[in-house]
C-alpha cells in the first residue's frame, strides 16, 4: 500500500489578501519570509486528521505531490494618478519589487511550481469603497477627494486556464488522491468539478473567508488553516514544525500518525496513558 498523495493548488492573489489571516507576524513585504510561510502553510495539509480511537484523535500523512502557485507579474506601466494628475512608474513601487522578488523566491522552494498569467494592460483608476460611502452619505464632496480615494483596477487572465489545466492532467494521470485549493471564489468551480468525476478529494482552505455556495456544493470538504480558525480549534493543534517536510520526498511508506498529545507526551518522557492507570 503505498502513501497517498496530495497536491497544493494556491490563488497567489487571494493568498497575499489574507496574508494576515495564515500569520499575522509575517510582513507582507518581505519576500523570502512570505514564500517560506506560503510553504509552511501548504506543508500543514500533509497531516491531516482522519478521525478518533478512544476519544484520541488519529492523523493521517499526505506525501507532497507539488505545490502550484497562481499568479500573475505586477503591472509595470507608466500612469497618470486621477487627481492630482502626477505621473507614477508603477516598475519601481514597492509593490511591484515585492511580487517579482516573491516569484524568484518560490521558484527556489522544493515542489514548487510557479504560474504565471497575465495583467490586462487596460488598467483604470477605482473609487475605492469607502470613498463611495462618504459620497453617497454626503459626508464629503467630489471636489474633497483626493488620490488615496482610488485605486488601480487591474484584471488577471489565464490564471483559471492554467489551474484547469493542471487540474485536468493531475485527474487524467492518477497523480495525486487529493487536490487541496486556496481559492475564494467560484472560478475555479469547473477545475474541482472535473477533479471529483475522476475520484479526487477536492478540499478547500478558505483562510478564514466566507465562500460562495458553490464552492461548498462542488468540493468534498472544507479544512481552513487560518489563524483565526486554529485558535478557534484547539482540538487540532499544529504539528511540529521539524516533522512537517518528512513528507516532501517521495519514498515514504504509510504511516497513520498518533496523536498531537500523544507524541508530544513521549517526546517528554511520559508514557501515553499514565493518567488513565
Same mark, same amino acid.
Given at each position: 500500500?503505498?502513501?497517498?498523495?496530495?497536491?497544493?493548488?494556491?490563488?497567489?492573489?487571494? %493568498?497575499?489578501?489574507?496574508?494576515?489571516?495564515?500569520?499575522?507576524?509575517?510582513?507582507?513585504?518581505?519576500?523570502?519570509?512570505?514564500?517560506? *510561510?506560503?510553504?509552511?502553510?501548504?506543508? #500543514?495539509?500533509?497531516?491531516?486528521?482522519?478521525?478518533?480511537?478512544? @476519544?484520541?484523535?488519529?492523523?493521517?500523512?499526505?506525501?507532497?505531490?507539488?505545490?502550484?502557485?497562481?499568479?500573475? &507579474?505586477?503591472?509595470?506601466?507608466?500612469?497618470? *494618478?486621477?487627481?492630482?494628475? @502626477?505621473?507614477?512608474? %508603477?516598475? =519601481?513601487?514597492?509593490?511591484?519589487?515585492? @511580487?517579482?522578488?516573491?516569484?524568484?523566491? +518560490?521558484?527556489?522552494?522544493?515542489?514548487?511550481?510557479? @504560474?504565471?498569467?497575465?495583467?490586462?494592460?487596460?488598467?483604470?483608476?477605482?473609487?475605492?469603497?469607502?470613498?463611495?460611502?462618504?459620497?453617497?452619505?454626503?459626508?464629503?464632496?467630489?471636489?474633497? *477627494?483626493?488620490?488615496?480615494?482610488?485605486? +488601480?483596477?487591474?484584471?488577471?487572465?489565464?490564471?483559471?486556464? #492554467? +489551474?484547469?489545466?493542471?487540474?485536468?492532467?493531475?485527474?487524467?494521470?492518477?497523480?495525486?488522491?487529493?487536490?487541496?485549493?486556496?481559492?475564494?471564489?467560484?472560478?475555479?468551480?469547473?477545475?474541482? =468539478?472535473?477533479?471529483?468525476?475522476?475520484?479526487?478529494?477536492?478540499?478547500?482552505?478558505? +483562510?478564514?473567508?466566507?465562500?460562495?455556495?458553490?464552492?461548498?456544493?462542488?468540493?468534498?470538504?472544507? #479544512?481552513?488553516?487560518?489563524? =483565526?480558525?486554529?485558535?478557534?480549534?484547539?482540538?487540532?493543534?499544529?504539528? %511540529?514544525?521539524?516533522?512537517? &517536510?518528512?513528507?516532501?520526498?517521495?519514498?515514504?511508506?504509510?504511516?497513520?500518525?498518533?496523536?498531537?498529545?500523544?507524541? #508530544?507526551?513521549?517526546?517528554?518522557?511520559?508514557? &501515553?496513558?499514565?493518567?488513565?492507570?
Amino acid at each position: 500500500m503505498t502513501m497517498r498523495r496530495l497536491a497544493i493548488m494556491i490563488d497567489g492573489a487571494f %493568498f497575499l489578501k489574507r496574508l494576515k489571516n495564515v500569520d499575522p507576524n509575517v510582513p507582507w513585504n518581505e519576500p523570502s519570509q512570505v514564500a517560506n *510561510l506560503i510553504f509552511r502553510h501548504a506543508l #500543514r495539509h500533509t497531516n491531516q486528521r482522519i478521525g478518533t480511537k478512544n @476519544r484520541t484523535p488519529i492523523f493521517c500523512d499526505f506525501e507532497l505531490y507539488r505545490i502550484f502557485f497562481y499568479d500573475c &507579474p505586477p503591472i509595470e506601466k507608466k500612469m497618470h *494618478l486621477p487627481i492630482s494628475k @502626477r505621473s507614477i512608474d %508603477f516598475a =519601481k513601487s514597492d509593490i511591484a519589487k515585492f @511580487r517579482l522578488n516573491l516569484h524568484k523566491e +518560490l521558484l527556489k522552494k522544493r515542489k514548487v511550481a510557479l @504560474r504565471l498569467g497575465h495583467l490586462i494592460e487596460t488598467a483604470t483608476w477605482k473609487l475605492k469603497f469607502e470613498a463611495q460611502t462618504k459620497l453617497l452619505r454626503k459626508e464629503v464632496t467630489w471636489e474633497q *477627494l483626493t488620490d488615496d480615494d482610488f485605486s +488601480l483596477d487591474v484584471i488577471q487572465k489565464g490564471i483559471d486556464m #492554467r +489551474l484547469g489545466i493542471d487540474v485536468a492532467s493531475l485527474a487524467y494521470k492518477n497523480a495525486v488522491d487529493q487536490i487541496i485549493m486556496i481559492v475564494g471564489d467560484s472560478d475555479f468551480v469547473p477545475a474541482a =468539478k472535473l477533479a471529483r468525476r475522476e475520484g479526487i478529494d477536492v478540499v478547500i482552505d478558505p +483562510l478564514g473567508y466566507g465562500l460562495h455556495d458553490h464552492l461548498y456544493e462542488h468540493t468534498d470538504g472544507v #479544512r481552513d488553516l487560518s489563524y =483565526k480558525a486554529k485558535k478557534q480549534t484547539p482540538s487540532e493543534p499544529e504539528q %511540529f514544525a521539524d516533522e512537517l &517536510p518528512q513528507n516532501v520526498d517521495n519514498g515514504n511508506q504509510p504511516n497513520m500518525q498518533k496523536s498531537f498529545w500523544r507524541r #508530544r507526551n513521549q517526546r517528554k518522557g511520559h508514557r &501515553p496513558h499514565d493518567s488513565q492507570k
